[in-house]
């Protein structure tokens, strides 16, 4: 069991809007920043979001990213075919004193 | 740029260490700018931290992981390794290697990951 929370699954169509969303504790998202991973199909995740709501260079700004007390989300704009893949939020954990995972939300693309 | 690169045996018996190297080229672990880290991902499930180092040796650990876990830095080769004893099935996955910044949960960039079978 994951210590951040994540919807197993989200769809949308082409163009559309969705959302993510990731729920954490006061010890990881209530006190640290958010990060955010796609991993493409066999492939290795990727860094897609840091600090809550930076993008690395190279990432579309059709991804975004927001966090409100011990929760977050990952938002996706104008969604396209190739953002088929499974997503996953991230944050420290003082009481671990570790980084924790959620347990990735896969995205289908309709 | 920064690439990380794993090996090791992609087959281990039960009861037995598995034993990973991770290899940076683009970065020096030495640069003391980053810690170093290794995730693991079983098929088909998430993503699990198991842990990370820093190029003056001081490590820390997943605690649900942290008895049969040792990680350990070469700096002469730049390179990390990840012992992990006493598997079982449950710890086959792709293993991957990371650099990492220290008390956040940025991982960038990844290795491409091996698949470690465990089984007799």
């Known amino acids: 069991q994951s210590v951040l929370t994540q919807p197993p699954s989200a769809s949308g169509t082409p163009g559309q809007r969705v959302t993510i969303s990731c729920f954490g504790s006061?010890?990881?998202?209530?006190?640290?920043?958010v990060y955010w991973y796609q991993q493409l199909p066999g492939t290795a995740p990727k860094l897609l979001i840091y600090?809550?709501?930076q993008r690395p260079s190279g990432v579309p700004d059709r991804f975004s990213g927001s966090k409100s007390g011990t929760s977050a989300s990952l938002a996706i704009s104008g969604l396209r075919s190739e953002d088929e893949a499974d997503y996953y939020c991230?944050?420290?954990?003082?009481?671990?004193?570790?980084?924790?995972f959620g347990g990735g939300t896969k995205l289908t693309v309709l | 740029q920064v690439q990380l690169q794993e090996s090791g045996p992609g087959l281990v018996k039960p009861s037995e260490t598995l034993s990973l190297t991770c290899t940076v080229s683009g970065d020096s672990i030495s640069s003391g700018s980053y810690y170093w880290g290794w995730i693991r991902q079983p098929p088909g499930k998430g993503l699990e931290w198991i842990g990370s180092?820093?190029?003056?040796?001081?490590?820390y650990y997943n605690p649900s992981l942290k008895s049969r876990v040792t990680i350990s830095v070469d700096t002469s080769k730049n390179h990390f390794s990840l012992k992990l004893s006493s598997v079982t099935a449950a710890d086959t996955a792709v293993y991957y290697c990371a650099r990492l910044l220290v008390g956040a949960a940025r991982f960038d960039p990844w290795g491409q990951g091996t698949l470690v079978t465990v089984s007799s």
């Open positions: 006061s010890s990881s998202i209530g006190s640290n920043d």
């Open positions: 991230a944050a420290w954990d003082d009481s671990l004193s570790g980084p924790v």
């Open positions: 600090r809550n709501n």
């Open positions: 180092i820093y190029y003056r040796g001081s490590s």
